[in-house]
């Protein structure tokens, strides 16, 4: 298992490297999504979604043997919770920002 500063994180290193990609993914997927008005808003919504997965994984994973685990990485829970958090920071922070999820037309 992988230990940051005497913390044992709960999964492996490769598994940790896949919700940190898996998170990246997330946010980089929501940037493409609509108007967006501020270039870094991936970056807090990978953060979030970073966040969503790994409490997803360790919290929701341990209350249900749901779905399939890799290296002590539930992936399922890790999944809805890093849409769920991701989604409603992106969604804070697009309409903070004037943003919209749709494409406005404007004029040449």
């Given at each position: 298992m992988l230990e940051?500063?005497?913390?044992?994180?709960?999964?492996?290193?490769?598994?940790?490297?896949?919700?940190?990609?898996?998170?990246?993914?997330?946010?980089?997927?929501?940037?493409?999504?609509?108007?967006?008005?501020?270039?870094?808003?991936?970056?807090?919504?990978?953060?979030?979604?970073?966040?969503?997965?790994?409490?997803?994984?360790?919290?929701?994973g341990q209350m249900s043997t749901f779905g399939p685990a890799f290296e002590g990485l539930y992936i399922v829970p890790a999944l809805v919770g890093a849409l769920v958090v991701g989604a409603a920071v992106d969604a804070v922070f697009r309409y903070t920002t004037h943003g919209s999820y749709t494409h406005e037309a404007r004029p040449i």
């Open positions: 940051l500063l005497g913390w044992n994180v709960g999964m492996s290193l490769v598994a940790a490297l896949g919700l940190v990609v898996a998170a990246l993914a997330i946010g980089v997927i929501a940037q493409f999504i609509g108007d967006v008005r501020v270039g870094y808003e991936w970056v807090a919504t990978s953060a979030a979604a970073l966040v969503g997965g790994y409490l997803g994984s360790e919290a929701l």
